[in-house]
């Protein structure tokens, strides 16, 4: 019955204009530390960063030929003890655009200015590779020699950072507080029937991978794996090998990935076989969409390993 009295209409209750959610990855167990560490600063490092990330596409006019994202994140001993990142990365493409330089970096925990070397080694040094690369091919280069030079502008670096603290010292007790394990590598990026070639060389236990048909490739003697292969697990920069580093050769396809890991993420993948190699196998099968995802792959929760880590990965592009 109509009693005069006016219904208002309910309004409708708008939709947010935001979704999405996120949890930080765990492979097997997390341990403790992966929820009750609480992230503190290294109050002598402002500048060094937390976490770092890229993820690009290296293109030939209007066409990808790779993409690449690059990610490094202080573990959770450094975030827990307000320590600074040490790992480091750096990339650059060559002045005619045919190679791509990558470096991933890892600064020695027991040297306070280790940090440093990793990001001088990365820098400097991709710089100065991807000059090179200009006048010659990465099968011309003497490594060996291109090794010791980035030693020697290391223990220059070094000796000017610690001044009048570096007068008289051996180059050992310079590396005491300032070394890093370096891994340098060469992506051509031209393909040739299909294959990209990659020249890499190393010092230390950074290592290097190719993502193959689900499987994980080591690209050296895995770390601790007792192998008769040349390894330098044991090497740093400054400090210059005994041996001269071993060049690898290898070649990447579409649908496959290289990647460079320092031993925060190397360790727990081990031989590529067990939970963390199925799991980034899964996630890396394919570039993930964004540098924010692959950071997060980067910085899976596993129950003891709470080293720093760092990721640079490259996915060639197939031609249409």
Not at 26 to 50: F, H, I, K, L
């Amino acid at each position: 019955m109509d009693n005069g009295t006016e219904v208002m209409p309910v309004p409708a209750v708008a939709a947010p204009a935001w979704h999405g959610s996120f949890e930080s990855y765990v492979v097997g167990e997390a341990g403790r530390a992966a929820s009750r560490v609480v992230p503190v600063p290294d109050p002598t490092e402002w500048e060094q960063r937390d976490t770092v990330l890229d993820a690009v596409a290296l293109t030939e006019g209007k066409r990808r030929i790779a993409e690449l994202r690059a990610a490094s994140l202080r573990g959770l001993s450094h975030r827990s003890f307000g320590k600074v990142r040490q790992d480091e990365y750096g990339y650059r493409r060559t002045a005619d655009d045919r190679y791509l330089v990558i470096c991933v970096a890892d600064g020695v925990g027991s040297g306070r200015l280790s940090h440093k070397a990793a990001h001088f080694v990365a820098s400097w040094g991709v710089k100065w590779l991807a000059d090179l690369l200009v006048t010659m091919a990465p099968h011309e280069i003497d490594w060996a020699d291109f090794v010791r030079k980035v030693a020697m502008r290391l223990e220059q670096r070094a000796r000017r950072l610690l001044g009048a603290e570096a007068e008289g010292k051996e180059l050992r007790e310079v590396a005491e507080v300032m070394a890093t394990t370096v891994l340098y590598a060469v992506f051509d990026l031209h393909a040739v029937d299909g294959a990209h070639p990659v020249h890499l060389v190393s010092v230390g236990d950074t290592s290097a991978w190719v993502l193959r048909n689900g499987s994980w490739e080591p690209q050296a003697a895995v770390k601790n794996d007792g192998a008769a292969v040349y390894s330098s697990s044991v090497q740093a920069l400054p400090m210059v090998p005994a041996a001269d580093p071993v060049t690898v050769r290898t070649t990447v396809r579409a649908g496959e990935a290289l990647v460079l890991m320092t031993d925060g993420i190397g360790d727990p993948l081990g031989h590529g076989t067990g939970e963390v190699g199925k799991f980034l196998a899964e996630v890396w099968a394919t570039p993930p969409v964004s540098g924010l995802e692959f950071a997060a792959h980067v910085g899976f929760a596993r129950k003891t390993f709470d080293d720093d880590r760092t990721a640079v990965a490259v996915w060639p592009v197939a031609e249409a």
